[in-house]
C-alpha cells in the first residue's frame, strides 16, 4: 500500500513538473550576476538576457550583486526556489572561493543545477615596456635571475591573475611579491605607470594596451593559441609544460531544478551562444563560446574547484 501511494505521489509530482515546464516562463526571470554593470561579466549576462527576453517573451532582468568575491549572489541563488525564474552566471572565481574562502555558506557543486558553460577564456601575460624580455623564454630566465624586488599585480587576491602569478611562481621556482589592487582598473594603471614589472590579465583589458605599445604581450595562459591574439604563444608551448589558467562563465540555478525546465533553459541559452553574433562578439574579445551539456558542466566545475584546490594549498593564497 505504501509503495502504490509512494508511486502515485512521484507521478503526480512528475505531472506537476511537466505541466509548469509546459507554461515556462510565465513571468520575469532573474538573472543575478555577482559583478557591477559594464564588465565583462555583465556584459555577457545582459547579451544573453536581451535575446532570451526575445526567445521566452518574458524579461530576463539582470541583478548585479558585485560584493564579497561572487559569494553574495552566488549564496541568494542558492536561497532562492528551483523553479527556474532565478538562475545565475557563475565565473571561475565560483571555483576557486571553494577552497579561497573558508566556512562558505554554501557547497560551490552541489547547491547548484550546472545548465551550460558559456564561454572560457586564457589571460595574457604582459610586462611593462621597461622590461627586458622580449617573448616568453627570456622572461623565464629573466625572472629566475632577477636579483632586485619582482613584483606581479592583480584584480585582488584571490583573482585570477593572482592566482596565475602564484602557478608561475611554483613551476618557474622564481621569487615574486604580489600586489593585490581593489580591481583591475587601479591594477592596470600601476602597470602602464611602471609600478611593478608584470601581470596575467583579461585579452579584453589588455589588447588596447598591447595595440598601442603601453605594455608588451609575452604569451596566453590557454593551452591553445587564441584567434584575437594568434601571434602570441602560449606558456605551455613556450617553456612550462602544463601551465594552464582559464577563466570561464557559465549559467547555474538553484539545486534540484526541475528537469523538463532544465532542458528548456540549456536549449535556449546554447542556442543563443551558437549564434553567429554572439559568437562573433565573443570571439572578439578574445574568449572561445562553449555552450556545454549540463552534464559536461558538472565534470567541468568538479574538476576546477579539484584543481584550484591544488594551487591554493601550495601557494599559500588567501583571500581579502
Do not use: C
Amino acid at each position: 500500500m505504501l509503495r502504490h501511494v509512494v508511486l502515485v505521489t512521484a507521478l503526480l509530482l512528475g505531472a506537476a513538473a511537466a505541466a509548469s515546464a509546459q507554461d515556462y516562463p510565465s513571468r520575469p526571470i532573474r538573472f543575478i550576476t555577482p559583478a557591477q554593470p559594464g564588465g565583462t561579466t555583465d556584459i555577457l549576462a545582459r547579451m544573453l538576457s536581451f535575446r532570451l527576453s526575445e526567445i521566452f517573451k518574458q524579461q530576463v532582468i539582470v541583478d548585479n550583486r558585485a560584493s564579497a568575491n561572487g559569494v553574495t549572489a552566488a549564496e541568494m541563488t542558492t536561497k532562492s526556489a528551483p523553479d527556474g525564474y532565478t538562475i545565475f552566471m557563475a565565473y571561475h572565481q565560483h571555483t576557486v572561493n571553494a577552497s579561497l574562502i573558508p566556512n562558505l555558506p554554501y557547497h560551490a557543486v552541489n547547491d547548484f543545477t550546472p545548465i551550460t558553460q558559456a564561454t572560457e577564456a586564457g589571460l595574457v601575460l604582459v610586462v611593462h615596456p621597461s622590461t627586458p624580455a622580449r617573448n616568453f623564454r627570456e622572461f623565464l630566465d629573466w625572472t629566475r635571475q632577477y636579483k632586485g624586488p619582482l613584483n606581479f599585480g592583480s584584480a585582488g587576491n584571490g583573482s585570477g591573475g593572482h592566482l596565475a602569478g602564484e602557478l608561475y611562481k611554483v613551476m618557474s621556482g622564481t621569487k615574486a611579491q604580489h600586489i593585490p589592487y581593489k580591481g583591475s582598473g587601479p591594477a592596470m594603471t600601476d602597470l602602464l605607470g611602471g609600478q611593478y614589472q608584470f601581470a596575467f590579465v583579461g585579452m579584453q583589458a589588455a589588447q588596447a594596451h598591447i595595440k598601442s605599445g603601453r605594455l608588451r604581450a609575452l604569451a596566453v595562459t590557454s593551452l591553445k593559441r587564441v584567434p584575437a591574439l594568434s601571434e602570441l604563444p602560449t606558456v605551455d608551448e613556450s617553456g612550462l609544460k602544463g601551465f594552464e589558467i582559464v577563466g570561464w562563465y557559465g549559467v547555474m540555478a538553484p539545486a534540484k531544478l526541475p528537469r523538463p525546465i532544465l532542458t528548456r533553459l540549456h536549449r535556449e541559452i546554447v542556442g543563443v551562444i551558437n549564434e553567429p553574433d554572439t559568437q562573433k562578439r565573443i570571439t572578439a574579445d578574445g574568449s572561445t563560446p562553449i555552450g556545454s551539456t549540463p552534464e559536461a558542466f558538472l565534470r567541468f566545475l568538479r574538476a576546477d574547484v579539484a584543481k584550484w584546490a591544488k594551487l591554493i594549498k601550495e601557494s599559500g593564497a588567501k583571500a581579502d
